[in-house]
Nanobody, 118 residues
Framework: DVQLVESGGGSVQAGGSVRLSCAAS????????MVWFRQAPGKEREKVAT????????YYSESVKGRFTISLDNAKATAYLQLNSLKTEDTAMYYC????????????WGQGTQVTVS
């Protein structure tokens, strides 16, 4: 079974940085996408960033563009999300997910990691 395990969340002051990791296991496909979502209390889930398995294509939501960076280490089967210049409105539960393509919805989800910006 595919498993996605996020880590790296925590509490950080506004303007600070944090790096989230998503360790993936249990799959053999070479072509896939990794996606980071977030959801704040009372708000809809937002797709934050996406990266293809080749690393050649990325997507960022307007709210994080220029501040967040998604990356993928295929050798470690781990996706990362570097969060810089954090704002209080970035406070949310962050989830990583895995899908077949950027257009398709994710097939697998992690359990989430909380980021709190104060």
């Amino acid at each position: 079974d595919v498993q996605l395990v996020e880590s790296g969340g925590g509490s950080v002051q506004a303007g600070g940085s944090v790096r989230l990791s998503c360790a993936a296991s249990g799959f053999t496909d070479r072509i896939y996408c990794m996606v980071w979502f977030r959801q704040a209390p009372g708000k809809e889930r937002e797709k934050v960033a996406t990266i293809t398995s080749s690393g050649s294509t990325t997507y960022y939501s307007e709210s994080v563009k220029g501040r967040f960076t998604i990356s993928l280490d295929n050798a470690k089967a781990t996706a990362y999300l570097q969060l810089n210049s954090l704002k209080t409105e970035d406070t949310a539960m962050y989830y990583c997910a895995k899908g077949d393509t950027m257009a398709a919805g994710p097939n697998y989800w992690g359990q989430g990691t909380q980021v709190t910006v104060s």
